[in-house]
């Protein structure tokens, strides 16, 4: 499989047969190589792990550039796409544990927690948000057009014998119990200054072969800022050396 980064947290996954879309989004700082919406067309199916517009803004645009894409989601992006002019019929709705077979991909549904952002990471982009607040109040909309709707979820994905994890935002759920022998975990890296310690627990309980990490961009400021992973690689390395640590470039494939 070949796994590619196109900014913020949408992710190809591509088997040479099937090719999977999760999340995709268009970066909206110009500063930033962003990848156009025509690079989302052409994939076997578009996946949603929850609501928020940095995973779904773009798709009724993408809807209309690929006029054949399956959508899969829950109830809630639902009802936001339909909204926003996506023919409910291109769109499947999935549920927690259901289990989705697309080409030679199974795929299974988890419910999963949302990140809760931290103080500090809030107070760093304060000043952004004070001096850009024309640009803050219409990102600020148009995310509560976009509600999440208390439905967030991470794609367990088997192909070939290989098993990912993928997560749109990462918040640990202790009480539930996720895959073992993960070969690798997409791990959401934003809204956050201590990743490390808020993956700690998770990443040795299930010990991925390859962290593979996304969603750390300042993909909307000034509601976003770029989150370091060095500190996060680092913690990574000393607890777990045997653990690959991938910090992926924009449109460069990955092999797994």
Same mark, same amino acid.
């Given at each position: 499989?070949?796994?590619?980064?196109?900014?913020?947290?949408?992710?190809?996954?591509? @088997?040479?047969?099937?090719? *999977?879309?999760?999340?995709?989004?268009?970066?909206?700082?110009?500063? *930033?190589?962003?990848?156009?919406?025509?690079?989302?067309?052409?994939?076997?199916?578009?996946?949603?792990?929850? &609501?928020?517009?940095?995973?779904?803004?773009?798709?009724?645009?993408?809807?209309?550039?690929?006029?054949?894409?399956?959508?899969?989601?829950?109830?809630?992006?639902? !009802?936001?796409?339909? !909204?926003?002019?996506?023919?409910?019929?291109?769109?499947?709705?999935?549920?927690?544990?259901?289990? #989705?077979?697309? &080409?030679?991909?199974?795929?299974?549904?988890?419910?999963?927690?949302?990140?809760?952002?931290?103080?500090?990471?809030?107070?760093?982009?304060?000043?952004?948000? +004070? *001096?850009?607040?024309?640009? *803050?109040?219409?990102?600020?909309?148009?995310?509560?057009?976009?509600?999440? =709707? &208390?439905?967030?979820?991470?794609? /367990?994905?088997?192909?070939?014998?290989?098993?990912?994890? #993928?997560? =749109?935002?990462?918040?640990?759920?202790?009480?539930?119990?996720?895959?073992?022998?993960?070969?690798?975990?997409?791990?959401?890296? &934003? =809204?956050?200054?201590?990743?490390? /310690?808020?993956?700690?627990?998770? +990443?040795?309980?299930?010990?991925? !072969?390859?962290?593979?990490?996304?969603?750390?961009? @300042?993909?909307?400021?000034?509601?976003?800022?770029?989150?370091?992973?060095?500190?996060?690689?680092?913690?990574?390395?000393?607890?777990?050396?045997?653990?690959?640590?991938?910090?992926?470039? +924009?449109?460069?494939?990955?092999?797994?």
């Amino acid at each position: 499989m070949k796994i590619t980064w196109y900014g913020t947290a949408t992710i190809g996954i591509d @088997d040479g047969k099937t090719r *999977l879309i999760f999340d995709p989004f268009v970066r909206m700082n110009k500063k *930033l190589e962003t990848s156009p919406i025509e690079a989302f067309a052409g994939f076997d199916a578009v996946l949603i792990t929850h &609501g928020h517009f940095d995973h779904i803004y773009s798709i009724p645009e993408l809807a209309k550039v690929d006029e054949k894409v399956p959508i899969y989601c829950t109830g809630a992006p639902k !009802k936001t796409l339909v !909204k926003k002019g996506v023919p409910e019929e291109r769109i499947k709705v999935f549920g927690y544990n259901d289990v #989705l077979e697309i &080409g030679d991909f199974k795929i299974r549904v988890h419910q999963f927690r949302h990140i809760v952002f931290d103080p500090v990471y809030i107070l760093s982009v304060v000043p952004r948000c +004070i *001096l850009n607040f024309p640009k *803050l109040f219409w990102v600020a909309y148009t995310n509560r057009t976009m509600p999440m =709707g &208390g439905e967030i979820v991470a794609f /367990e994905i088997e192909n070939g014998g290989k098993k990912i994890f #993928l997560t =749109g935002s990462f918040r640990d759920c202790p009480e539930r119990e996720f895959p073992k022998d993960i070969d690798m975990l997409i791990l959401a890296n &934003g =809204g956050s200054v201590f990743v490390p /310690e808020k993956t700690k627990d998770f +990443i040795a309980k299930y010990h991925p !072969k390859k962290i593979f990490v996304d969603h750390f961009d @300042d993909a909307f400021p000034p509601l976003t800022r770029d989150v370091s992973v060095e500190r996060l690689r680092r913690t990574v390395e000393k607890n777990h050396p045997d653990i690959e640590f991938i910090k992926p470039e +924009i449109g460069e494939a990955v092999e797994l």
